[in-house]
């Protein structure tokens, strides 16, 4: 007979949990899988593509509702089927209607939510955040009708916001606390191009820009800066970072730091209970990106079904496009004591090289424009292959690089 398994949450990371159980152990589970929002599950990746009007909604669902059927896949979404509560006692998950799911195994996947600054007017009609479809609704209706548009925050999520606003035809001014954009994933360097990229599509960016207070009479009216700045305002979307949804597992006697403290398996601090994507803290780490999600779907599939199963983190790697441009970024990119650093520049291309070396290896990268080569870099990067054969070539390129080291892995 099939073990109980649920599945809380119907995002990225669900997904390929269940798409790596079907390959292993299909039948080994009877699987249900719990979502509050009002859809099949959908690549978050895309939203701002959507806001943009590069891609439909429907465009970004990533199954549909036949291929979990086929999978024998119980699928729970909306309000009335979120998940309320855990009791590990009796291993049951309950319900918004009250009902109950038995489990033998339990899988929190619920993601994380927006930060929303504590700062006055944060309360204000028009004041948006940038994570779901539902948002993306929401700031399609704000945008209309050329408005000004503030985004606080200048990393991934708030470019992204910032793109989509502008070519809805909002006038946008981007607020960001740091020195430079994107500061997780870009040098000075990069993030300086990516700056003058942005403003390239009639975005204003202000560096160092620290929001004070959101102000109106009933509707947003001005963003003031710390610095006594007052930007003109009709609606303002806040990308000021995330928090890890632990919420339920707190008040199910869980270990939580910033996120669900889980082991090597993925295992919470109670047996048969296990958290992925960006609910969960291993090693001290809280990833906010969906590779390190979808490796970890893959190692507890493996867990769950016999195998290994053994997650020992992983290596950052960014690989996107930002207001239209193609960034690529992994490892230690700034570059650490020790290090040494080759750069390639183009700027008649609008192109950026930046490779990090230790001893033997490929230890980081930052690509801006020319993303071609990001994966074979990262897969440098993560087997800790020699790079010596191809030291002098690799900055050109795999293609001219591969023949002079053909031992090194792509």
Known sequence: MSEPLVIIGNGMAAVRLVEELAKHSLGRYAIAVIGDEPRLAYNRVLLSSVLAREVSKAEIELRPAQWWRDRGVTLLYGESAAATAIDPAIRRVRLATGATLPFARLVIATGS?????????????????????????????????????????????GLEAAYGLAKAGARVTVVHLMDRLMERQLDPTASAMLKTAVE???????????????SGDGRIEAVHLKDGHALPADLVVVAAGIRPNVELARAAGLDVGRGILVDDQLQTSLPGI???????????????????????????????????????GSVLATNLKVSGVNLFSAGDFLGSPGTETIVCTDPGLGSYKKLVIRGDRLTGCVLFGDTADGLWYLELIRSGQSIDAIRNDMMFGRALAAPAGKSVAA
Do not use: W
């Open 113 to 157: 939510k927006p930060i929303r600054l504590a700062v006055p007017g944060m309360d204000l009609p028009g004041v948006l955040t940038f994570r779901d479809l539902n948002d993306v609704a929401a700031i399609e209706d704000a945008a209309s009708g050329g408005r000004n548009a503030v985004v606080i925050g200048g990393g991934l999520l």
């Open 200 to 214: 390239s599509k009639g975005i204003d960016v202000l560096l160092e820009a620290d929001t004070a207070a959101i």
């Open 274 to 312: 296990y958290a992925i994507g960006e609910c969960a803290e291993h090693r001290g780490a809280c990833y906010g990106l969906v590779e390190p999600a979808y490796e970890q779907a893959r190692a507890l599939a493996s867990h769950l079904s016999g195998g290994d199963g053994a997650y020992r």
